[in-house]
């Protein structure tokens, strides 16, 4: 992304605070895997969404006097002796290229600099970004810089970033769904490598190494979140990482995967039989999933209420496989539908947006349409989820380009 985007995105946050606010977001820091061995480093998403930093322990501080805002970025200082480890850390003049954040400090001067803040008696409110998930999660760098506070300055209240976030993250920019459709046509292509290599007595590992491949080969070194690649029986576990599996002759594959660009990530799935034939019954359940997925194409547009849309496709999935006779009554359908699916994509791959309980579809929402259908009866299980644009009239099915129909299936697969 362009820092013309971070900095619109700062902007939009900045108009939101009241005068005499101080907003602070952290990137992060990587966790301890074992030994003096650390997880690779994940930026915070919003930290990277405000500022296209993602460089550890940086910090963004703005603060808010009147209708103007400063804003500052502190860093890691340069360390020639760390650096020859473990990379070269960004200089002032990059991160302000990237950012559009022209004051660049390091980090060791944030506690001074925002000690100053408070004690110049403008500042009353402290912002910072609290998302943590579970009661048990540690303090992360928001948690322990409230409690600093908390302790050092009463006086100041503190209020949370998340809710205006996550308003924004909603509605993706023109250069975020360009983004979006770059990450479907590399996710197209690793898709499409899992088919034309598909065959009875392949491994899941195999699969999951040609999807690796064809992202690796577009400059894609890891995909957006961890693939589900699986065969047969293991395609009832919902999320399957396990990859040992053996696809046999007549099992379907199921996948789903996304590839991440530029920070965006999709989330598409498809299913497969691993010959290449759908059988009779296969058939019948797929003919099930993509009516209900085309529906949901078809209906979507601005103005819905969206805790509606997973019913709307439930209650239309439970019509057609009523339609085959799996089904009789509406209540009987939890045997086969296992999960609603309509979660938003963009930095996250559940991204992190507004509540949905009143949330209105509008233009520039993507979230995914997951039309899974699990029969053990049959032993057959998959899925079909596409990447849905809201656009000002209707939408947009971003994953299009990836197979989805059984004749586009069969084709691709007859190629083989
Ligand atoms: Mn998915």
Same mark, same amino acid.
Request: glycine share 8%; with cysteine.
């Given at each position: 992304?362009?820092?013309?985007?971070?900095?619109?995105?700062?902007?939009?946050?900045?108009?939101?605070?009241?005068?005499?606010?101080?907003?602070?977001?952290?990137?992060?820091?990587?966790?301890?895997?074992?030994?003096?061995?650390?997880?690779?480093?994940?930026?915070?998403?919003?930290?990277?969404?405000?500022?296209?930093?993602?460089?550890?322990?940086?910090?963004?501080?703005?603060?808010?006097?009147?209708?103007?805002?400063?804003?500052?970025?502190?860093?890691?200082?340069?360390?020639?002796?760390?650096?020859?480890?473990?990379?070269?850390?960004?200089?002032?003049?990059?991160?302000?290229?990237?950012?559009?954040?022209?004051?660049?400090?390091?980090?060791?001067?944030?506690?001074?600099?925002?000690?100053?803040?408070?004690?110049?008696?403008?500042?009353?409110?402290?912002?910072?970004?609290?998302?943590?998930?579970?009661?048990?999660?540690?303090?992360?760098?928001?948690?322990?810089?409230?409690?600093?506070?908390?302790?050092?300055?009463?006086? +100041?209240?503190?209020?949370? &970033?998340?809710?205006?976030?996550?308003? *924004?993250?909603?509605? #993706?920019?023109?250069? %975020?769904?360009?983004?979006?459709?770059?990450?479907?046509?590399?996710?197209?292509?690793?898709?499409?490598?899992?088919?034309?290599?598909?065959?009875?007595?392949?491994?899941?590992?195999?699969?999951?190494?040609?999807?690796?491949?064809?992202?690796?080969?577009?400059?894609?070194?890891?995909?957006?979140?961890?693939?589900?690649?699986?065969?047969?029986?293991?395609?009832?576990?919902?999320?399957?990482?396990?990859?040992?599996?053996?696809?046999?002759?007549?099992?379907?594959?199921?996948?789903?995967?996304?590839?991440?660009?530029?920070?965006?990530?999709?989330?598409?799935?498809?299913?497969?039989?691993?010959?290449?034939?759908?059988?009779?019954?296969?058939?019948?359940?797929?003919?099930?999933?993509?009516?209900?997925?085309?529906?949901?194409?078809? +209906?979507?547009?601005?103005? &819905?209420?969206?805790?509606?849309?997973? *019913?709307?496709?439930? #209650?239309?999935?439970? %019509?057609?496989?009523?339609?085959?006779?799996?089904?009789?009554?509406?209540?009987?359908?939890?045997?086969?539908?296992?999960?609603?699916?309509?979660?938003?994509?963009?930095?996250?791959?559940?991204?992190?947006?507004?509540?949905?309980?009143?949330?209105?579809?509008?233009?520039?929402?993507?979230?995914?349409?997951?039309?899974?259908?699990?029969?053990?009866?049959?032993?057959?299980?998959?899925?079909?989820?596409?990447?849905?644009?809201?656009?000002?009239?209707?939408?947009?099915?971003?994953?299009?380009?990836?197979?989805?129909?059984?004749?586009?299936?069969?084709?691709?697969?007859?190629?083989?």
């Amino acid at each position: 992304m362009k820092k013309e985007f971070h900095k619109e995105n700062r902007e939009t946050l900045y108009n939101s605070l009241e005068s005499g606010s101080i907003a602070v977001m952290f990137s992060g820091r990587a966790p301890r895997k074992t030994s003096d061995e650390y997880y690779p480093f994940f930026a915070n998403r919003s930290f990277v969404y405000m500022t296209g930093i993602e460089q550890e322990n940086s910090i963004l501080m703005a603060f808010k006097d009147g209708t103007t805002t400063e804003d500052t970025v502190f860093l890691l200082p340069p360390d020639l002796l760390k650096e020859r480890w473990t990379g070269r850390r960004l200089t002032d003049t990059e991160a302000s290229d990237i950012s559009g954040i022209e004051s660049v400090k390091y980090i060791e001067n944030f506690k001074v600099s925002l000690d100053q803040l408070i004690g110049s008696g403008l500042a009353e409110t402290l912002y910072l970004d609290f998302d943590r998930l579970t009661e048990e999660e540690p303090d992360n760098d928001s948690y322990q810089l409230a409690n600093y506070i908390k302790t050092r300055y009463p006086f +100041i209240k503190i209020k949370n &970033l998340q809710i205006q976030i996550r308003k *924004q993250r909603t509605i #993706k920019k023109a250069c %975020e769904i360009e983004a979006m459709r770059k990450a479907e046509q590399i996710t197209q292509a690793g898709i499409l490598a899992m088919m034309t290599a598909s065959k009875p007595g392949m491994y899941e590992y195999e699969y999951k190494a040609e999807f690796d491949y064809a992202l690796a080969k577009r400059g894609v070194l890891s995909p957006g979140f961890p693939s589900i690649i699986s065969a047969g029986n293991n395609n009832f576990c919902i999320h399957y990482y396990s990859y040992k599996g053996q696809a046999k002759d007549g099992d379907m594959i199921l996948n789903d995967v996304g590839a991440c660009y530029d920070n965006i990530i999709n989330d598409v799935s498809r299913g497969w039989p691993c010959n290449g034939k759908f059988n009779d019954k296969q058939r019948l359940l797929y003919e099930c999933a993509y009516d209900t997925s085309n529906y949901m194409f078809n +209906i979507l547009k601005p103005g &819905l209420p969206m805790k509606e849309v997973d *019913q709307i496709a439930r #209650k239309h999935n439970f %019509e057609q496989l009523k339609e085959i006779g799996l089904c009789r009554k509406y209540e009987e359908v939890g045997k086969y539908i296992w999960h609603g699916g309509a979660h938003h994509v963009g930095y996250d791959v559940h991204d992190r947006v507004s509540p949905m309980e009143d949330m209105i579809t509008a233009p520039g929402m993507v979230f995914c349409v997951d039309i899974g259908i699990y029969c053990e009866d049959w032993g057959i299980g998959f899925r079909l989820e596409d990447n849905c644009l809201i656009t000002e009239n209707g939408c947009e099915n971003l994953s299009a380009i990836t197979p989805r129909s059984i004749e586009e299936i069969e084709a691709v697969m007859g190629k083989r």
